[in-house]
T-cell receptor, first 114, second 111 residues
Framework: DTAVSQTPKYLVTQMGNDKSIKCEQNLGHDTMYWYKQDSKKFLKIMFSYNNKELIINETVPNRFSPKSPDKAHLNLHINSLELGDSAVYFC?????????????FGEGSRLTVL | AQKVTQAQTEISVVEKEDVTLDCVYETRDTTYYLFWYKQPPSGELVFLIRRNSFDEQNEISGRYSWNFQKSTSSFNFTITASQVVDSAVYFCALAYQKVTFGTGTKLQVIP
């Protein structure tokens, strides 16, 4: 039973389209995250939610909108996709707002924008 | 501000060699946590170890060992007798309220 699951695993789409990636965790964690990993493998935090409340919002274009319907789900919606959005997006969760940093990651969603 | 530096972008070793991956961090906080994660070619991120800032004891787990030195703000990772399965990108990370990752070191173990 996967602890942090993301769908879809692969996504290929055209510039200008809107797409969503879904994430669910069954660990009972209060905090969830979205990370972006670019082609150089840099891992950068985008958003963090704690009990459905946004707590970290790094400098991310407002075309990216996270939504947390409940503490077990954190979805990422991207409007007007651009070539530079091509990356692997990782969802993660932790038990205590990331204070001690142990993150449980999903398998990643590889987004390719053509 | 927090910062994690992994100066080695890529390392190649021959199987059975020992290899050390360097990690240097910067933080103004006195309480923090340090981590290593492994990302094999399959892409998932695997947690390896966590250390808090008050525990400078070195740790050994099988062929893996970690050396935490607060005086030099370093948290280095050594793999003894490397194996092909160790080939991966390794990330060092620093956590205090949020997690900051280093840029990763790609390790290639050649048979």
């Amino acid at each position: 039973d996967t602890a942090v699951s993301q769908t879809p695993k692969y996504l290929v789409t055209q510039m200008g389209n809107d797409k969503s990636i879904k994430c669910e965790q069954n660990l009972g964690h209060d905090t969830m995250y979205w990370y972006k990993q670019d082609s150089k493998k840099f891992l950068k935090i985008m958003f963090s939610y704690n009990n459905k409340e946004l707590i970290i919002n790094e400098t991310v274009p407002n075309r990216f909108s996270p939504k947390s319907p409940d503490k077990a789900h954190l979805n990422l919606h991207i409007n007007s996709l651009e070539l530079g959005d091509s990356a692997v997006y990782f969802c993660a969760s932790s038990s205590n707002r990331g204070v001690d940093g142990e993150l449980f990651f999903g398998e990643g969603s590889r987004l390719t924008v053509l | 501000a927090q910062k994690v530096t992994q100066a080695q972008t890529e390392i190649s070793v021959v199987e059975k060699e020992d290899v050390t991956l360097d990690c240097v961090y910067e933080t103004r906080d006195t309480t923090y946590y340090l981590f290593w994660y492994k990302q094999p070619p399959s892409g998932e991120l695997v947690f390896l170890i966590r250390r808090n800032s008050f525990d400078e004891q070195n740790e050994i787990s099988g062929r893996y060992s970690w050396n935490f030195q607060k005086s030099t703000s370093s948290f280095n990772f050594t793999i003894t007798a490397s194996q092909v399965v160790d080939s991966a990108v390794y990330f060092c990370a620093l956590a205090y309220q949020k997690v900051t990752f280093g840029t990763g070191t790609k390790l290639q173990v050649i048979p």
